[in-house]
């Protein structure tokens, strides 16, 4: 046998080792891979559904400032100081949470504060799926978001032109002290003058009220 046979011999079980090698790392690979996008879906459900319960808070609070207008209870319902009705938003997310192949998990969906919002935890509903990683077919992708309701209106007072002196106070509608109100928001470009009488057609839609967005916790 010539030395260039040998050589080659000797180098065959290398090549098929480093193939093996190669091989198994791409598996390896497209596991991690797999066990990435399941948690991004995760993500991806975690994220609609906190948002989904945020923004249905967001519109009870605008509920709530319908109801009747109270200075003392406006300036509470503009801080994000609602009712702390939980029923409702998380209902929502778990909605939201199984229209994106998901459902509420380990805590669920709890309020937070400070400002208002909700922590919301999600799982997957279909596992990560088999691969070379023992264990993954029957593991299921994670995640938790927290959004949060924050205001975006003040309520302030101003002098009722109307009134002539301490002898006129609230008659026909008017306010105590001679004081209107009026609702100042970032976005709008002139303050809303407060009609009692008239809240359904003067206040602005949720999204004008209080901002939505993701937050860390």
Request: net charge negative; charged share 30%; glycine share 10%.
């Amino acid at each position: 046998m010539s030395r260039a046979s040998s050589e080659s011999g000797q180098a065959y079980p290398v090549y098929i080792a480093a193939v093996a090698g190669l091989l198994f790392l791409a598996f390896a690979f497209f596991a991690v891979g797999m066990a990435s996008a399941s948690r991004n879906d995760a993500q991806g459900a975690a994220d609609a559904a906190a948002l989904a319960a945020a923004q249905d808070a967001r519109d009870g609070l605008r509920d709530d400032l319908l109801d009747l207008f109270d200075p003392d209870a406006w300036e509470d319902l503009l801080d994000g100081r609602g009712p702390g009705d939980t029923a409702g938003p998380c209902g929502e997310a778990a909605e939201f949470a199984e229209k994106n192949g998901a459902e509420l998990s380990g805590s669920g969906c709890d309020p937070v504060f400070s400002p208002l919002g909700f922590t919301v935890e999600v799982k997957n509903t279909k596992p990560v799926g088999e691969s070379l990683i023992p264990g993954t077919e029957r593991q299921y992708a994670t995640a938790t978001a927290t959004a949060v309701v924050e205001p975006r209106c003040r309520l302030e007072e101003t002098e009722n032109p109307g009134t002539g002196g301490e002898e006129d106070n609230t008659e026909e509608g008017g306010e105590e002290d001679g004081k209107e109100h009026e609702l100042v928001c970032e976005g709008l470009d002139e303050p809303v003058e407060i009609d009692p009488d008239r809240l359904a057609e003067i206040l602005p839609d949720p999204e004008d009220l209080f901002s939505v967005h993701l937050a860390d916790r």
